[in-house]
């Protein structure tokens, strides 16, 4: 009887922390990407924010303080990012993939010179790290059949970030469709011209786009390695970035599809972890490469307009330049 | 529109910019030696002596830059064609898997005269359909290539993965291994090559492979320049309307393109499968398709500039060994980091160093009275 | 309104080069407030360069801007707008996925959040569309708008910021005869009511339609001042070109032979099912020059990308010698090559040639893959460069280097090298839009002449021009295309200005053929 509620309660809690990193990376390239910057970097972003914060809380012993190194660092790159294509019109998938690079050869080369332990960090004790949140009650719910599982460990026993990442999707749709920022964010990610000829500086939108996606990237990568995890390990974002990419665009570049998107990759996830090894009726066992992949094809799919269409942001890509 | 501005001389464009901008990756690269506590220039003098120092090391360096020449070569064709492959990595795997194929089917048939050029066309076959599906998808169906491609390594990694380990392992192995391959499906070695015509080399995993990348290398330059495919393919690259005009079937082209993309990336799998492993392994592709970003951004997509480019890369990835090996603060994570920022540098902000050239150039050009016969251009 | 006030824009000495091309040379000029002013010159004569400094799209190297008597600093078009001044760009400024109240309050919201903008916004959108008969639904999306009422959406975009100085640079170039007598309507409102509007055009018969007071501009000066009243349209004709406007060619009478290019009902519909060519009939004889006029935006285009394969008719057919081609035997610019086509393609940056490619390179675009190029799957560089120079040298390109790279030469000498290419291919049927489009005086008369050539040697040549003069001068039978179709035919010797004119603008009714005027319905 307790199996019909623990399974679904773990497998979708484990969705939600899952999906965290994967919603955090969505929404932060969805706003470089609505203003017509492909971010190929979050990646990137989110590995060297992953070593910043596993550095700095290890170092300090503040997670709060690993957070605060780990936007940082999140934030240079973003600006190195918009440096690069803002600034000087650099092509936006090569200076991604430069980022990407350049990050997971120095996340090892400075954890080897700075810790000696093969790239990893060493492991932080709970006061540094971000840790779940029991609900007020939650014990002496427990008992209480379903409701308590849910209560306790579906809506409760997350970290922090967690629901912070749930916070900002709400947020990022306000602010995209109900605010005067939204509107140039979006005008100059589909024309970026009449942004300029109505005398708003294209440049400027972008660099705040760019710098919001540094923060919730930063954010992103501080999850992965002082809330899940309690050190930072190498290549520890593991393709995360890009299965949050695909999320976005899966979602159409819109935050709430996006959402959704990044739960049901997250889902595929948890799920694929639970069913290794395992028989089902019918099917026998499913390879858990087949489940871990589902994400990429299914985003293949959807590009290629098999099931409905992915409408990019029309400027995307394009450097703006004035013209003579 | 041309604008007003002079014209860069041609060994300024092509020579010039390309090796300040690899100076100042290398300048970063060497701010980063020095803060973690090696002196940069002790660290270049190991990575010389470690990669052609003796002739061992000179082995290593070549067996890497062939891997290098042959993913260069692969993101240049497809920037030629104005398409960017990011899927280099994922044509290698499974240009890999087709020569593991082939010579784990055919290696107790047929005599390696037969063998070998088959397991060749594997690679290339494999590699160029593994790219073919994101070019069909771009081309017919209007996705982004460069997020298809991303994907298709992602996808690459997990067929190889789930073939490796439930089907292609070698029975009562423990790691996810092929049987190794029959004599007949093994090239030969440099030294074995070498031994034969009596000169002495030490081992390494240089082999016959190296030929087919300096192959690879002429025709490339062959069909870009001086076919009527390379014509159209440049054309397309440049300004896909004329070409359209022009009565080039840019669909086709696409296909083309990525199909010879993928090829060439898939023959880091002879390299790697039939060179050296002799068996079907996980992970032997190792980041060489990325690096090919690199490799093709210095070499500014000239075979000639790609070859360069990648013996650099051979002697960082073989120095970058010994180096490591060396000094314990220093990783072999040091060589990727020099990608990134080459990438960096010659590629994402290629544009900052070439206005301040343009600048100075304009400078010294007024400064000289002779107006050469480029201001007649413009009148 | 007697007191002398001081002009609404004052420009003084202004000046701006971009690179060797001096776009403006000290300009001055003075807008009398609540006037429509024109501004008129042929395509590159500085009207647009000139207004996108006022605007502050550039900033002049030299020069003094004054508003209200008040000297200003435009830095950026965010200054002009401060100061009421607005533009209405030719390329319109408008997002396509957002609506007309969305548009319309982009960089003029009032607060960090969206809501009060937008009421404020479908408030004032109510009053223009009362005061100056500006109406369009607030909720639309701009995309599903037809073009006239995205130029309305700009207009009020304008004015919602409230900009007392409006800049109209071509406005009419997209729009339908009624339909620009109906912008003009609105703009002599909002004068009325004390705006000042510049309206930039090449077009004579606006300036003496719509506006106040004139200023020509010529080679990037203001080379005369005229208050509308007291001029005529010839004499703006000749201090626009500086030369008599007819452009005379000795020419022979053509020996017009067998039908080269016979087209029957011919029609295409774009992505949104929109008929823009639709039942054209045309027949094109070996030895003739026939000219298309017409507004731009008539199907012009369309018919040369159909003509030349780049797009397959959706309806009727083409027949070329034995080829029929239709919806389901299309033929690609590469068989119509084969068939005999040449095609100067109208827009020479996006289709005729390769920008980094040497000119020799370019010089065999479409023939690339030809005897003496090409044979056995490799390509000749001496003979490429060999034909380069043969080109340049028939041709008067100057300067005469194959090596360098296409995007080094002029506008006209890049003109030049493409007509050679196209019309050393021999063809027996040419192709031409835009001959002359931004090509300096003394290589027109030199084009028209090869065209002529190329006629006389028993080509079928067909010209669409928008420029009518050419058309006139070259055709030897010309059609007038409105609305995707062919609305007359008229002999090229007895062609006059106004018959051709009242056909651009379909309001000419032929007495032999007065039912054609009903067949423009479109099918569903």
Redesign the interface.
Known sequence: MDDWITFPVLILSATLRVATPLILCAMGGLFSERSGL?D?GLEGKMLAAAFAAAAMASVTGSAWAGLGAAILVAEVLAL??G???IT????Q???G??????????T???G???F?RG?QTPALPPEARFMPINLRGSRAFADVPLLGRLYGDLLGGHNLIVYLALLIVPLTWWVLNRTRFGLRLRAVGEVPLAVDAAGISVAWLRYRAVLICGLFTGIAGTYLSIAQNAAFSRDMTA?QG?IA??AM?FGKWRPVPALGACLMFGFLDAVAIRLQGVRLPLIGEV?V??I??LP??L??IL????IGRAV?PKAIGVPYEKE? | ?????Q?LPAWVDIGLIPIVNVLLAFVVVGL?VLS??VNPFTAVRIMIGGSVGYPEAIGYTLYYTTNFIFTGLAVAVAFHAGL?N?GGEGQAYIGGLGVGLVLLALDAVLPPLLLVPLAVLAAAAFGAAWAAVPAY?QAW????I???T???N??AA??M??LMV?VLIAPGSMSPESREFAAPGHLPFAHELLAGIGITMGQSPLNLTIVLAAICCALVW?FL????????L??MG??P??A??????IRRMTLLAMGLSGALAGFVGVNEIMGVHHRLLLNFTAGYG?AG??VA?MGRNHPIGIVLASLLFGILQQGGAELAFDI????R?????????I??FC??????TKPALEALFQWLHTRSDNAP??D???? | MSTPAPPAVELRAIDK?????HANRSVSLSIARGSITGIIGENGAGKSTLMSILYGLYEADSGEILIDGQAVRIRSPRDAIAHGIGMVHQHFMLIDTFTVLENMVLGAETGPVLRPSLESARRELERLGNDYGLRVDPDAMVGDLPVSEQQRVEILKVLYRGARILILDEPSAVLTPQETEQLFRILQALRDRGATVVLITHKLREIMAVTDAVFVMRHGEVVAERRTADTSSEELAELMVGRKVRLELDKTPPHAGAPALVAHGLGLRDSRGIAVLDGIDLTLRAGEIVGIAGVSGNGQSELLEVL???RPPTVGRLTIGARTIDAAHPA??????ALGVA?V?EDR?????????EAA?SAL??Y??KAP??SH???H?RAMVDHCAALMERFDV??R?PE??S????GGNQQKLILAREIAAQPRILLVGQPTRGVDIGAIEFIHRQLLAARDAGCAILVVSVELDEVMALSDRILVMYGGRIVGEVAGETADERTLGLMMANVWTPPEAPERQSTAVTAP
């Open positions: 492909i190929i190195l990012h440096f690069a294509c000087h019109r650099g092509n998938v090569v200076s993939v430069a980022i990407n690079i350049l990050v997971s050869g120095l090892v080369v400075f080897m010179a700075w000696q790239g393709g890009y990419l695909a665009i390879p490469q087949f871990q992949v990429y094809v985003t293949v590009l290629a307009g098999f990019a003579h | 529109m041309s604008g007003g501005r014209p980063i973690i506590g960017f990011i998808l169906r209007g996705s982004h460069v997020i298809t991303i994907m298709f992602f996808i997990a067929v993965v789930y439930n062959l320049w001086h076919t009527p495919w390379g014509y159209a440049r054309t440049h300004n309307n004329a359209i005009y022009a009565g080039i079937d990325f970003i690199a951004l314990p603060a220093i990783t994570e040091m060589v990727v980091v020099i990608q990134g920022l990438i960096l590629g994402a902000l290629a544009n900052v016969a480029a007649a251009a413009e009148a | 080069s971009f690179g060797p091309v030349a394969g780049i690609g610019p590469a068989e119509m090559r095609h393609p940056h996006r289709y005729g040639l390769v920008a980094p490619f390179e675009l479409g690339h893959d190029f090409s799957g490799l390509m560089h100057r300067p280097r360098l790279r995007a080094n030469f002029s």
